[in-house]
């Protein structure tokens, strides 16, 4: 049985005050038997961690580097976020790969070492417009899994988010069709890959859920969670999500 997760990613949003939203998340949701996880900006980790003290939520971060210290100016590493009292770090999101030319080689090597500093890696997959209008989906998807989540991955250590690119930050979501069908390819990705650790890893939906349309992904097969970006920003949007989560 996979424990379900509602994670946010708070992308470069934020500030210290803003963090009070976290307050009224862990309040609001403490009686909803899902995992919950914030992912602020790295800078505010560890006072995220301080509002999350005692209450049931977990903090992340957005990215991390792949080697444990050196001469990488302005990186940080999944030792130092672990230090900080982070427990994930979301990997391979799509505004990274496109921002920063992060491919999926860099992807797992990053996922290697946040395993490697006892952290949950998050690794997200998806395709772009064009791709699915080219009907390459599943190639896409299986070729960014197999060279993004490394050989080290467990379903206690890793997440696969799937986040189609155009559904992103856009309001457009993926119909259930096609989230089922993407997710059960992952699935069986995972378990021909791990056997019974690829059955219990996770898979997070990720692209404009809503308090709106929650409940609908989350009642679609393989589905365990959701990766929820603008709409974590906010208890009062964050929460109707998390408790749709709970209800399915
Ligand atoms: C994300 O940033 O991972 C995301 C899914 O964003 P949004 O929910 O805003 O589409």
């Known amino acids: 049985m996979r424990r379900k997760m509602a994670a946010?990613?708070?992308?470069?949003?934020?500030?210290?005050?803003?963090?009070?939203?976290?307050d009224a998340i862990a309040a609001q949701s403490a009686d909803f038997d899902v995992d919950t996880l914030i992912c602020p900006p790295t800078l505010y980790v560890s006072e995220a961690v301080t509002h999350a003290s005692g209450n049931p939520l977990y903090i992340g971060s957005q990215d991390c580097h792949f080697e444990t210290s050196g001469a990488h100016t302005g990186d940080?590493?999944?030792?130092?976020?672990?230090?900080?009292?982070?427990t994930h770090v979301i990997l391979g999101h799509s505004e990274r790969r496109a921002d920063h030319g992060e491919g999926?080689?860099?992807?797992?090597?990053?996922?290697?070492?946040?395993?490697?500093?006892?952290?949950?890696?998050?690794?997200?997959?998806?395709e772009?417009?064009?791709?699915?209008?080219?009907?390459?989906?599943?190639?896409?998807?299986?070729?960014?899994?197999?060279?993004?989540?490394?050989d080290a991955s467990t379903a206690a250590n890793t997440i696969i988010a799937y986040e189609p690119v155009w559904a992103i930050g856009t309001g457009r979501t993926a119909t259930t069709?096609?989230?089922?069908?993407?997710?059960?390819f992952i699935r069986a990705r995972l378990i021909r890959r791990f056997g019974d650790e690829g059955e219990g890893m996770r898979l997070l939906y990720g692209g404009s859920v809503k308090p709106t349309n929650a409940a609908e992904i989350f009642a679609t097969d393989n589905v365990d969670g959701a990766l929820v970006g603008g709409a974590s920003l906010k208890a009062d949007d964050f929460v109707p999500i998390i408790k749709a989560l709970a209800a399915s």
């Open 76 to 86: 940080n590493s999944a030792a130092m976020i672990a230090d900080l009292g982070g």
């Open 177 to 184: 069709y096609e989230i089922d069908e993407v997710h059960d």
């Open 104 to 126: 999926s080689e860099l992807v797992r090597e990053k996922a290697r070492a946040a395993l490697q500093a006892g952290l949950t890696a998050i690794v997200c997959v998806g």
């Open 128 to 150: 772009s417009e064009e791709q699915r209008l080219a009907k390459n989906t599943l190639d896409i998807i299986g070729g960014q899994l197999a060279s993004s989540v490394p």
């Open 8 to 22: 946010g990613n708070w992308k470069m949003n934020g500030s210290r005050a803003a963090l009070a939203e976290l």
